[in-house]
T-cell receptor
Framework: GENVEQHPSTLSVQEGDSAVIKCTYS??????FPWYKQELGKGPQLIID?????GEKKDQRIAVTLNKTAKHFSLHITETQPEDSAVYFC???????????FGPGTSLSVIP | DTGVSQNPRHKITKRGQNVTFRCDPI?????LYWYRQTLGQGPEFLTY????????KSRLLSDRFSAERPKGSFSTLEIQRTEQGDSAMYLC?????????????FGPGTRLTVL
């Protein structure tokens, strides 16, 4: 089955700086890669996603890139704000019923 | 807000007791998933329903766990004879069939503590 790895496990940045989280996946058949933000005591919130036929996608301060050949994908957050502080999960969906396989998470802290 | 709802939000129980959680998906979402999340980890898939049919179960779902979605709307997850290792956040997610069937929307979760 699919396996997703994620780095770093913790990330601390100054407000206004950029944050980058990198992930790898194992199953070349996976074709959908969502990113979730989870705040304390809440469920994961879908913030952006990318499909395998696209190399890059941007939504305001958030961008994702995908390299299918290398099986790498990344999340970039620019102009970070304190409210961006949360745990971020990258994920890949298995082709079997689209179940989501999550990475272990990155705890992002944005220091005012 | 008509997002995914879960009840209860918190449950404390003694080892050996049975517990049941409920998930109400987004209206008209045919697909419903249950995941389990332990502290410091990402959620792990437990089971999947398409309408009322349970189509896949993870090997994480032992015989003490059972899930239902009797009318293809809300779902329940029951854990019998709870063990301390069952302590976790239980998350429900739903998605539509069709063009955006990959996009899963999660509820707030039920946090279970087994004493």
């Amino acid at each position: 089955g699919e396996n997703v790895e994620q780095h770093p496990s913790t990330l601390s940045v100054q407000e206004g700086d950029s944050a980058v989280i990198k992930c790898t996946y194992s199953d070349s058949a996976s074709n959908y890669f969502p990113w979730y933000k989870q705040e304390l005591g809440k469920g994961p919130q879908l913030i952006i996603d990318i499909r395998s036929n696209v190399g890059e996608k941007k939504d305001q301060r958030i961008a994702v890139t995908l390299n299918k050949t290398a099986k790498h994908f990344s999340l970039h957050i620019t102009e970070t704000q304190p409210e961006d502080s949360a745990v971020y999960f990258c994920a890949a969906t298995e082709t079997s019923y689209d179940k989501v396989i999550f990475g272990p998470g990155t705890s992002l802290s944005v220091i005012p | 807000d008509t997002g995914v709802s879960q009840n209860p939000r918190h449950k404390i129980t003694k080892r050996g007791q049975n517990v049941t959680f409920r998930c109400d998906p987004i209206s008209e979402h045919n697909r419903l998933y249950w995941y389990r999340q332990t502290l410091g980890q990402g959620p792990e898939f437990l089971t999947y329903f398409q309408n009322e049919a349970q189509l896949e179960k993870s090997r994480l779902l032992s015989d003490r766990f059972s899930a239902e979605r009797p009318k293809g709307s809300f779902s329940t997850l029951e854990i019998q004879r709870t063990e301390q290792g069952d302590s976790a956040m239980y998350l429900c997610a739903s998605s539509p069939l069709g063009d955006h069937s990959n996009e899963q929307f999660f509820g707030p979760g039920t946090r279970l503590t087994v004493l």
